[in-house]
């Protein structure tokens, strides 16, 4: 058994997907239209198999959760880029580009070596090896 695809919504449809496109090499399948419960989705695809979907519909509200601060339920999902300076060079190009880096790069207490950051709309990425 294995996880097909974690889903996200958001508000910013197509600058997500752009971010996840950029910056972890995902690939987007079409843009799918409920035209009648007004939802849209993609489905991005990365190298490993794993699957993301951004998900848009206007009447979802904004989450309540502080971006900054732990909270029961799904915190974040993990991408690995295969080495620790590719760790250290994403995490330095998503800084340098504007984007939170909440933790790292650094080794962990149980071995992983990883940085968090937040994606444009605040959920949280671990990157690791």
Do not use: C
Not at 10 to 20: A, H, P, R, S
Not at 81 to 104: A, I, M
Request: glycine letters at 8%.
């Amino acid at each position: 058994m294995y996880i097909e695809h974690i889903a996200i919504w958001v508000k910013n449809l197509e600058g997500v997907k752009q971010f996840y496109e950029k910056y972890f090499g995902a690939t987007s399948g079409p843009r799918y239209f409920n035209p009648t419960k007004h939802f849209e989705s993609y489905f991005l695809s990365f190298a490993s198999g794993a699957r993301l979907e951004l998900m848009h519909m206007p009447t979802i509200p904004d989450t309540k959760d502080d971006v900054h601060a732990q909270s029961m339920g799904i915190i974040h999902f993990a991408l690995s880029t295969g080495s620790e300076e590719e760790v250290d060079s994403l995490t330095k190009r998503l800084k340098e580009d504007g984007y939170p880096v909440l933790d790292g790069p650094r080794r962990t207490g149980d071995g992983y070596y990883e940085s968090v950051v937040l994606d444009p709309e605040g959920n949280r990425i671990e990157i690791t090896v």
